[in-house]
């Protein structure tokens, strides 16, 4: 079973940035799209934003267009989501999500591979 291994979750105040990784060892995404998902108390988990392998395309949820950037290296098989202008309403656990396949989907039922999750906490 391939495990995405995140880090770079924590604590922020409002206005904050976090810098999340994703790291797939032991499998290759570079041709597959990538994304981050995020799962808030007491609510489904929800599309945040995915990548083309090649990262030519990019797709994010409205409410985090202009904060959040997504990216990737593939030659250190990692995904990254530089987060910006935080807000408590972005608190939540965070996910990697890996496809096997190539196409730009935002149902988290189309991923195949997940991570354990990573803690982000906006304070107000």
């Known amino acids: 079973q391939v495990q ?16 999340l990784s994703c790291a797939a060892p032991g499998r290759s995404f570079n041709t597959n799209t990538m994304g981050w998902f995020r799962q808030a108390p ?7 934003a995915i990548i083309s392998g090649t990262s030519d395309n990019t797709r994010y949820t409205d ?28 608190t939540g656990v965070y996910y990697c999500a890996g496809a096997a396949h190539r196409f730009m989907v935002v149902g988290a039922f ?15």
């Open 42 to 48: 007491g609510k489904e988990r929800e599309f945040v």
């Open 4 to 19: 995405l291994v995140e880090s770079g979750g924590g604590l922020v105040q409002a206005g904050g940035s976090l810098s």
């Open 63 to 90: 409410s985090v267009k202009g904060r959040f950037t997504i990216s990737r290296d593939n030659a250190k098989n990692t995904v990254y989501l530089q987060m910006n202008s935080l807000k408590p309403e972005d």
């Open 110 to 124: 189309l991923y195949d591979y997940w991570g354990q999750g990573t803690q982000v906490t906006v304070s107000s």
